[in-house]
């Protein structure tokens, strides 16, 4: 059974950092990729960011690109989301997902990862940036 577990959020001042986690099993962990999405109240779900543990490709959204940094440790079936310099309109609640393939496209000098071609996803945790 696949099981994807996101951990970490909680409440931040703006220009502050947090890091979440997302605990994977089930699944050959080398062969997926991994991202970070985010739904704000109100508003669709939306790529943040994700990495492809086939090859170690990163991709970030423009809103977070230079802000957030996504990696993994593969030893431990970990994805982890540094987020530096938060801001008010990064709170949201963030799920991780996992797909074989890598759901981004490149369009006009952004990277778009799209929520719709993940396969499996975890519960969420929130994060709350004040200002």
């Known amino acids: 059974e696949v099981q994807l577990q996101a951990s970490g959020g909680g409440l931040v001042q703006a220009g502050g950092s947090l890091r979440l986690s997302c605990a994977a099993s089930g699944f050959t962990f080398d062969d997926y990729a991994i991202g970070w999405f985010r739904q704000a109240p109100g508003k669709e779900r939306e790529g943040v960011s994700c990495?492809?543990?086939?090859?170690?490709?990163?991709y970030y959204a423009h809103s977070v690109k230079g802000r957030f940094t996504i990696s993994s440790d593969n030893a431990k079936n970990t994805v982890y989301l540094q987020m530096n310099s938060l801001k008010p309109e990064d709170t949201a609640v963030y799920y991780c997902a996992a797909d074989r393939f890598t759901p981004v496209t490149y369009f006009g000098g952004t990277y778009y990862i799209n929520p719709g071609g993940m396969n499996y996803w975890g519960k969420g945790t929130l994060v709350t940036v004040s200002s």
């Open positions: 990495i492809s543990n086939r090859d170690g490709s990163t």
